[in-house]
């Protein structure tokens, strides 16, 4: 696979239009698939390596038609993606097996080498790629879930305090609300605390929309402004 890690490497082109030349180029495409997704950077589009054999990748599709099949297979893909990542969760799938079988329903659903090459690109352009397994989660019932909210109303209340307290450092956050949950003695309430904790966190942190950024700017724009009038 040195081969295809140098060519993820220095590759010039679209992503898109990669993928599909591996497919057409390689045989072995679920190994080739497999490999991608887990070393795939897409940080390495921001800093490209420039090399004098650098492999200019031909166009196979345009960004209008990448427009146009996400529009018709972007649901599908994501679909048999999240479905996978759930089946291996639980245990239905062993997780070396995990790609094999996720490239085996791309075959079977898509039948075109442009339909499979696109299913690959949007595949490792997902945030949930390369694949990561934790485990099975845990769930319960509404009913379940609002029994420990109260049962752990304290431990709560706590967490809230911690939250709404201004410390200097991270770690002094982190060390309380970690001293919190060891307060807990079963594994449901501890998640169940952590589940409102991430909740309250969420709602603490400001929602940063165009509207804010742009206004924003403006005012930034306008001090700048200011300062070449007063010179």
């Known amino acids: 696979m040195e081969e295809i890690k140098k060519l993820l490497d220095t590759f010039d082109g679209e992503l898109y239009n990669l993928c599909y030349e591996l497919l057409e180029k390689y045989e072995k495409s679920q190994e080739i698939f497999e490999f991608v997704c887990k070393n795939y950077d897409a940080s390495d589009e921001d800093n490209p390596i420039v090399e004098d054999d ?16 996400e529009s018709i297979y972007g649901d599908i893909v994501d679909g048999l993606l999240y479905s996978n990542i759930k089946k291996c969760n639980l245990g239905l799938i062993e997780e070396k097996n995990f790609y094999k079988t996720l490239w085996e329903s791309y075959c079977t659903n898509f ?14 352009i997902d945030n949930s790629i390369p694949y990561v397994y934790l485990g099975k989660p845990l ?20 967490i809230k305090f911690i939250l709404k307290s201004s410390y200097s450092q991270r770690t002094e956050r982190a060390s309380l609300l970690l001293n919190c949950l060891n307060e807990i003695d079963d594994y449901e309430s501890k998640v169940v605390v952590l589940s409102k904790a991430i909740s309250l966190f969420n709602k603490e942190r400001p929602v940063v929309t165009p509207t804010v950024v742009e206004d ?16």
């Open 216 to 231: 924003l700017l403006k005012r930034i724009d306008e001090k700048i402004k200011e300062l070449e009038e007063s010179e």
């Open 139 to 158: 769930s319960m019932s509404d009913q379940r879930f609002k029994d420990l909210l109260d049962k752990n109303k304290a431990n709560i209340e706590k």
């Open 111 to 124: 039948s075109t080498i442009k339909e499979r090459a696109f299913a690959f690109f949007y595949t490792i």
């Open 54 to 69: 650098s492999l200019s990748i031909k166009e196979y599709f345009t960004e209008d038609e990448i427009e146009e099949y």
